[in-house]
């Protein structure tokens, strides 16, 4: 390896047993992490490239060829012909496309709507009057879309379930809203204490939307 030094700027510096570098620190001086890139890479680059700017303005003044600082190969440095479709290039490549097609799928397939049902734990069911079974639910509605929606809400599992409420909501973008919503039922309708329900909740106008939640209806056990 070439020493490198100080030298005029028309001296025969090769003749001298000089190399390019004229030991100007400049590199050095304008590092933000204060390294030596003239030591040879080190952990702490932070690939910035000003030493590289750097040298190439001092290339420019004494008349060298730029390039002095550069990212290169080591197959480049030993005058070797560097291969550009190398195993590590094509597995970092292919890594890099399977990651791009894994977030366009995900994003082509994102629900812009987030569906929740919290079932009242204050009791199990209420009977009102005309010996109708009550179960009061609330229910999460995100809306993840950057325009208003209006939602029709509907539940089905059980023959003769009815929602008491309004069945349709507006929502505004980037919204979460909180609807409580009373599901009614006659009680000789119930067969059983127990039963799984499913909630829907659907955007009105397009583009046409739905997101699920299932939930349970619970009742007095049926009599023998």
Request: charged share 25%; aromatic share 6%; proline share 3%.
């Amino acid at each position: 390896m070439k020493k490198r030094g100080k030298r005029k700027k028309d001296a025969d510096y090769k003749a001298e047993g000089l190399g390019d570098c004229i030991d100007c620190q400049a590199c050095v001086h304008v590092c933000p992490v204060g390294i030596d890139i003239r030591d040879g890479l080190q952990y702490e680059c932070v690939a910035c490239g000003a030493c590289i700017d750097a040298c190439d303005e001092i290339m420019d003044k004494m008349g060298y060829e730029r390039g002095l600082v550069r990212y290169t190969t080591e197959h480049s440095l030993n005058g070797k012909p560097t291969k550009l479709l190398r195993p590590r290039l094509m597995g970092y490549l292919a890594a890099v496309l399977i990651m791009c097609s894994a977030f366009a799928y995900a994003l082509s397939n994102r629900v812009p709507i987030e569906f929740d049902v919290i079932r009242d734990r204050g009791a199990l069911f209420s009977e009102v009057s005309g010996g109708i079974i009550q179960n009061v639910y609330t229910l999460k509605i995100a809306n993840k879309e950057q325009v208003d929606r209006q939602y029709i809400i509907s539940v089905e599992g059980i023959e003769g379930l009815r929602m008491v409420n309004d069945s349709q909501v507006s929502v505004t973008a980037g919204e979460l809203l909180d609807v409580t919503v009373r599901l009614q039922i006659e009680r000789n309708l119930l067969n059983q204490a127990n039963s799984s329900i499913t909630f829907t909740v659907e955007t009105i106008d397009e583009p046409r939307v739905t997101a699920t939640a299932e939930s349970r209806f619970m009742g007095p056990a049926p009599s023998r």
